[in-house]
Nanobody
Framework: QVQLVESGGGLVQPGGSLRLSCAAS????????IGWFRQAPGKEREGVSC????????YYADSAKGRFTISRDNAKNTVYLQMNSLKPEDTAVYYC???????????????WGQGTQVTVSS
C-alpha cells in the first residue's frame, strides 16, 4: 500500500525554523518526484517546492526561494523541507505528494500525505 506521512509541523515564532519530513512506504522514493504543497484556510492549495527523482533537481515557489530547502534521503525513503525565516503568511497545512516528474499543479500528483499543520505566530 502506497503511503506518504508528513511530520514536523508545529507552532513557531516569526523568524523561526521547522523541518518537515515526508516518509514513504509501499514504494521507493528514488523513482518519484516529491512535491511539497500548502493550503491556508480559504485559499487554494499551492506548490512550495519539488525535488526530481532522476537528477535531484530542485524547484521552489518565489515565496520559498532563499528560505526553504528541499532534500531527500533515499536510504531513509524520506524527503525533507527545511523552512527558515518563517513568516505568519507561511501558516498552512503542508502536504507532500508523489509523481513521476515535478509538475506545477496539485492534480497532477498521484499520491498524497495527510498533511501537517504549520503555524507561525508570536
Amino acid at each position: 500500500q502506497v503511503q506518504l506521512v508528513e511530520s514536523g509541523g508545529g507552532l513557531v515564532q516569526p523568524g523561526g525554523s521547522l523541518r518537515l519530513s515526508c516518509a514513504a512506504s509501499g514504494f521507493t522514493l528514488d523513482y518519484k518526484a516529491i512535491g511539497w504543497f500548502r493550503q491556508a484556510p480559504g485559499k487554494e492549495r499551492e506548490g512550495v517546492s519539488c525535488i526530481s527523482s532522476s537528477d535531484g533537481r530542485t524547484y521552489y515557489a518565489d515565496s520559498a526561494k532563499g528560505r526553504f530547502t528541499i532534500s531527500r534521503d533515499n536510504a531513509k525513503n524520506t524527503v525533507y523541507l527545511q523552512m527558515n525565516s518563517l513568516k505568519p503568511e507561511d501558516t498552512a497545512v503542508y502536504y507532500c505528494a508523489a509523481s513521476t516528474l515535478c509538475k506545477n499543479y496539485a492534480d497532477e500528483y498521484d499520491y498524497w500525505g495527510q498533511g501537517t499543520q504549520v503555524t507561525v505566530s508570536s
